[in-house]
């Protein structure tokens, strides 16, 4: 997770002060009792009134309380705000831990919706520790090489259709 919170707290500082203030609003409508800080009942709260609970693994607040003192600070929260808002929902459906590297994508969900994958981290996959109704798996990696060779493909006949036609014209000429 920290690698997602270096990349949050980079994120706030280069934001704008409206962006800051958007952030800071995020904040207090989580932290309803006015303490400054959100307590796992407020966390919770929110999470099941948006509706993120099933994409975010029970964990998460364990995951975001960085000093372990059984609340989330407005710096914490930042973390949280930048995943909710960048879709940043990169857990292993097997096991619930944080995704930051390699991991393994079910191809058929990805098609279908690249916001909502599948994805298992490596062990989980390798155990087949889930139960996913699909079977083919691809790493993100491989998923993204191959996505951009279809693209290639694709520019590459354009090319082709495009010099086709200028020889036709040449022809003409
Ligand atoms: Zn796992
Ligand atoms: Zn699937």
Redesign the pocket.
């Known amino acids: 997770m920290e690698e997602m919170r270096l990349a949050a707290m980079a994120h706030y500082a280069n934001m704008s002060d409206k962006k800051q203030k958007e952030a800071m609003k995020f904040f207090n409508s989580i932290e309803k009792s006015g303490d400054g800080a959100v307590s796992t009942k407020e966390f919770l709260d929110f999470i099941r009134k948006k509706g993120f609970e099933i994409e975010l693994p029970q964990n998460v607040f364990k995951l975001l309380d960085e000093n372990n003192n059984g609340t989330l600070s407005f710096e914490e929260c930042v973390t949280f705000f930048y995943m909710i808002k960048y879709k940043k929902f990169a857990f292993c459906k097997g096991c619930g831990i944080y995704l930051s590297g390699i991991r393994f994508v079910?191809v058929?969900?990805y098609k279908a919706d690249k916001e909502k994958t599948?994805d298992l981290c490596c062990s989980c996959y390798r155990n087949k520790n889930h139960s996913?109704?699909?079977t083919k798996f691809l790493d993100n990696d491989a998923l993204h090489r191959q996505k951009r060779a279809k693209l290639g493909k694709t520019l590459n006949v354009a090319f082709k259709v495009l010099g086709a036609t200028a020889t036709i014209h040449g022809l003409m000429l």
Do not use: Q, T
Request: proline share 0%; aromatic share 14%; with cysteine.
């Open positions: 079910c058929k969900c599948y996913h109704a699909h």
